[in-house]
């Protein structure tokens, strides 16, 4: 998402006549964007800001702005602006379409700038921001903005606010326009895609006609998604995705624990005995599927059995790739009062045991895949190998050459697993859709 909004910045500057810059030492301006979602996210951000400072100090009229989730939270502008009095506008995550009306008022004024306005999502304005794609053949399509789950640990809905749903309309001519422009990977995003609808604002289209509708547009792309909340991952959804040869056979979904106890305290309304049943489903459905999740451990209260749950979980179910987090207290969730907070040495020493089990566990499921064919996106050329990623991500180099091309799909037969890379050979030839 921040990625995506990073776009939308550079797009506005894009059409004020700047042009990105090589080297912050020469910029003319500089937009941190940020996150919040986890601590150290937020500290890494104040190191980038603070090493700005002596720039600053020589370029006086180079302009600081500061946008994102962190800057949305209660207080921060002013507490930014005092740690760094020498940012010159902070603005929310939420109305990232407005930049360009910030920088004209400021260039105008020469005043210190908050726009943080936390009751407001500008959505109706996204769809005529220009957007500056740094991938050409990657682009990700918002399909709705905020969230109602109110996870117990998390603060996007606090930062980001309530789910609302974006004109599906909008949706398809902004998709179709990408596909025209020759983008091969298209990516709806939110913070829970399957809730897309729900809010009332589309008539009556879901996440399921969504997805149908555009898998049925004209050209050669894939079509991927995320993120899907397991609650609401619905078997239409499931249908649409097995019977449309566009959609991405490669699904990310949360797990974030394994003790129905902890699921419980996290509020994530979905039992571990729940989750193996839509697992299970989705499996029966979609045998190619490569399944990825993320977990949080060392939330409060989770003890040695909770923590074992989680790592026999992910051993039953065997995900292709699993992002595995430290819980971070997060101020304003209900999680950061919760008084059974787990030491950082536990947090550390589960951490590191998940990531060896997950690591051992990707690393089969990556060799077994020798003998397989994957679609493959060929993406560059090296010296050597033209080389691309399959639908779960993975690169795959590319042994013989002679007929690829990059941006284009090809189905490909993997030959061998090295060094944490796929190997393998063109098919037959180029895949007709
Ligand atoms: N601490 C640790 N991880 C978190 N996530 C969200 N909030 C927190 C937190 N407070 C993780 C969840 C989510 C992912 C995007 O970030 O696993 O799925
Ligand atoms: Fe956060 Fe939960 Fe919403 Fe995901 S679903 S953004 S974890 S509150």
């Known amino acids: 998402m921040n990625v995506h909004e990073s776009e939308k910045l550079a797009g506005i500057l894009e059409q004020k006549g700047y042009i990105k810059g090589q080297d912050v030492n020469n910029a003319d301006i500089v937009v941190f964007n940020t996150c919040c979602i986890r601590e150290s ?8 800001i603070g090493a700005i400072k002596p720039i600053k100090k020589k370029r006086k009229n180079m302009i600081v702005a500061v946008c994102g989730c962190m ?11 005092a740690k760094f009095p020498f940012i010159d506008i902070v603005f929310g995550a939420n109305n990232v379409e407005f930049f360009g009306e910030y920088l004209d008022t400021y260039l105008e004024q020469k005043k210190f700038l908050n726009k943080v306005e936390n009751d407001k999502q500008y959505l109706e304005n996204a769809t005529g921001v220009p957007f500056v794609r740094d991938n050409s053949l990657y682009a ?8 109602n789950n109110f996870c117990t640990y998390c603060i996007v809905p606090y930062v980001r606010g309530r789910e609302k749903s974006r004109n599906p309309d909008e949706i398809y001519k902004e998709v179709k326009t990408l596909i025209d422009m020759g983008y091969k990977v298209i990516t709806l995003l939110g913070q829970n895609v399957n809730s897309y609808g729900l809010d009332g604002s589309t ?6 006609d969504l997805l ?3 898998a049925k547009m004209e050209g050669d792309f894939e079509l991927r998604f995320m993120t899907s909340h397991p609650k609401d991952l619905s078997d239409e959804v499931i249908k649409v995705m097995a019977n449309n040869d566009k959609i991405s056979k490669s699904l990310h979904l949360p797990v974030q624990a394994g003790s129905n106890k902890i699921l419980k305290a996290m509020n994530r309304n979905y039992t571990k005995e729940m989750y193996l049943n839509l697992i299970s489903k989705i499996r029966d459905a979609i045998p190619n599927i490569t399944l990825s999740t993320d977990i949080i451990v060392g939330f409060p209260g989770e003890t040695d059995e909770d923590y074992q749950e989680t790592v026999d979980l992910l051993k039953q179910i065997r995900y292709h790739n699993a992002f595995i987090f430290m819980y971070s207290k997060r101020k304003g969730t209900i999680a950061e009062k919760m008084d059974n907070q787990v030491p950082l040495t536990i947090k550390r020493e ?28 060929i993406e560059s050329f090296d010296t050597k190998f033209y080389q691309g990623k399959s639908q779960c991500g993975k ?9 690829s091309k990059i941006g284009e799909f090809y189905d490909i037969l993997i030959t061998d697993y090295l060094k944490g890379n796929l190997i393998g050979k063109v098919y037959n030839g180029r895949k007709e859709n």
Not at 140 to 147: D, L
Not at 352 to 377: A, P, Y
């Open 41 to 48: 996210a937020e500290q890494k951000i104040l190191g980038n």
């Open 71 to 81: 800057s949305q939270q209660k207080d921060m502008a002013s507490n930014l602006r």
């Open 140 to 147: 990700y399509v918002n399909i709705m903005y905020g969230c």
């Open 203 to 208: 008539k009556g289209v879901y996440f399921a």
């Open 212 to 214: 149908e509708n555009i």
């Open 350 to 377: 589960r951490i590191h045991n998940l990531l060896d089990i997950q690591h051992q566990i990707s690393e089969e499921l990556f060799k077994n895949m020798v003998g397989t064919i994957q679609r493959v996106l």
């Open 395 to 403: 690169v795959v180099k590319i042994e013989n050459n002679y007929k």
